[in-house]
């Protein structure tokens, strides 16, 4: 029902996780499954793995800091068009190194097709038309 928890996700103590031997940032989390099918909400979505390779492909441009990250993933998505699988942000920066009142973002794009392999003139006209929309839309690339 609408408000009710459905679960929690916790940290676990440092000092805990030191006497366990545990590396990094150790999460643990509880689910009330009875809350979650009390919901109602049945459905179940899935999407099968495809049978095809996928295309990594990454990407960093400067932006105005000023810029929300959003606007320049409507760009990518834009011109990557139907064969865009996943796109996501896995650095920002803002220092020297992209100049005053700057920021750096990088993105990683997953392309593909569940109805083949992408050849290799298609996957670099992709990426370059990618790489051109950023430029015209006044993100340069880094």
């Not at 609408?2 to 689910?31: K, M, N, Q, S």
């Not at 099968?48 to 320049?72: C, G, H, Q, W």
């Not at 993933?73 to 992209?98: C, M, N, P, T, Y």
């Amino acid at each position: 029902s609408a408000g009710r928890e459905l679960g929690r996700l916790y940290r676990v103590h440092p000092t805990f996780e030191a006497r366990l031997e545990l590396a990094g940032d150790v999460l643990a989390f509880d689910i009330d499954f009875d809350a979650i099918f009390e919901s109602g909400r049945r459905k179940v979505e899935y999407q099968p793995p495809l049978k095809y390779p996928t295309v990594p492909f990454d990407v960093a441009v400067v932006a105005p800091e000023r810029v929300p990250v959003s606007e320049i993933r409507k760009v990518i998505e834009k011109a990557a068009g139907k064969l865009l699988l996943s796109l996501e942000v896995f650095d920002v920066f803002q220092g020297e190194q992209s100049g005053a009142g700057k920021k750096s973002v990088a993105f990683h794009v997953v392309f593909g097709s569940a109805e083949r392999t992408l050849g290799t003139e298609e996957r670099t006209q992709i990426e370059a038309r990618v790489m051109e929309a950023l430029k015209a839309a006044g993100y340069p690339l880094r």
